[in-house]
C-alpha cells in the first residue's frame, strides 16, 4: 500500500527566515509526484509535479526537489502570504487504479512578519 | 478560464436526510475524482471517472455512498441517510490525464446535525 508521510506536521518561520518540508513516501513505482498549497476554506492548489529523481522545479520562492524515497520542498525567504497547508501526493505506477493520488497529511506553515 | 466548480459552498442537514453534491469538472479533463477532507483523516479519495466511467470506487465508506457521472461536464456525490460522521468538506477535482495535475474545486463544507 502506498505510503506518504509529511514532516513537520506544523512549521512556523519568521518573515525571511528560510525551510524546507519533507515528504517521504513508500510507492511501488512512482509515476509522479504532486505538491499542492491549501488555504483555509478552499481547494488544494497544484504547485508542481515531479517525475524522477534528481529533478527540480522553481517557482517564485518555492523550490520542490525529488529523491527517490522523498522530496523537499524550500521556501527561502518566506513572506506572511506564504503561510499555507501544503501536501504531497503521490502517484502509483503499479495496480490498476492509474490517475489515483495517495496525499499527506501536511504540513501547516505558517510566516510571521 | 472557469475551474472546478462545485455546490453546494456549504450544506448543513439533519441526520437521515438526502444530501446532493454536486461538480462540474473542467472542460476537456477527462478524469474527475471525488475526496472527502477531515482533520482526522486528511485528503482521501472516494471515487474517481474516466470519460464518465467510474473505475475506483474502493474508497466509498459504505453503501449510503453512491456517485454518478451522466456526461463529461457533471457529476453527483449522494448520501442517504447521511449520519453525522459524514460531515466533513467534500471536494471535487479534475485532470485532462490520469498523470496530470489534479485540479480541485472550493469543496462543499458539510454538516450533519
Known amino acids: 500500500e502506498d505510503q506518504v508521510t509529511q514532516s513537520p506536521e506544523a512549521l512556523r518561520l519568521q518573515e525571511g527566515e528560510s525551510s524546507s518540508l519533507n515528504c517521504s513516501y513508500t510507492?511501488?513505482?512512482?509515476?509522479?509526484l504532486f505538491w499542492y498549497r491549501q488555504d483555509p476554506g478552499k481547494g488544494p492548489e497544484f504547485l508542481f509535479t515531479?517525475?524522477?529523481a534528481g529533478e527540480e522545479k522553481e517557482k517564485e520562492r518555492l523550490k520542490a526537489t525529488l529523491t527517490k524515497k522523498e522530496s523537499f520542498l524550500h521556501i527561502t525567504a518566506p513572506k506572511p502570504e506564504d503561510s499555507a497547508t501544503y501536501l504531497c501526493?503521490?502517484?502509483?505506477?503499479?495496480?490498476?487504479?492509474?490517475?489515483?493520488?495517495?496525499f499527506g497529511q501536511g504540513t501547516i506553515l505558517t510566516v510571521h512578519p | 478560464d472557469a475551474g472546478v466548480i462545485q455546490s453546494p459552498r456549504h450544506e448543513v442537514t439533519e441526520m437521515g436526510q438526502e444530501v446532493t453534491l454536486r461538480c462540474k469538472p473542467i472542460?476537456?479533463?477527462?478524469?474527475l475524482f471525488w475526496y472527502r477532507q477531515t482533520m482526522m483523516r486528511g485528503l482521501e479519495l472516494l471515487i474517481y471517472f474516466n470519460n464518465n466511467v467510474p473505475i475506483d470506487d474502493s474508497g466509498m465508506p459504505e453503501d449510503r455512498f453512491s456517485a454518478k457521472m451522466p456526461n463529461a461536464s457533471f457529476s453527483t456525490l449522494k448520501i442517504q441517510p447521511s449520519e453525522p460522521r459524514d460531515s466533513a468538506v467534500y471536494f471535487c477535482?479534475?485532470?485532462?490525464?490520469?498523470?496530470?495535475?489534479?485540479?480541485f474545486g472550493d469543496g462543499t463544507r458539510l454538516s450533519i446535525l
Open positions: 477535482a479534475s485532470s485532462f490525464w490520469g498523470n496530470q495535475p489534479q485540479h
Open positions: 510507492v511501488s513505482g512512482l509515476r509522479g
Open positions: 515531479l517525475y524522477s
Open positions: 472542460s476537456g479533463h477527462d478524469y
Open positions: 501526493a503521490v502517484h502509483n505506477a503499479g495496480g490498476t487504479s492509474y490517475g489515483k493520488l495517495t
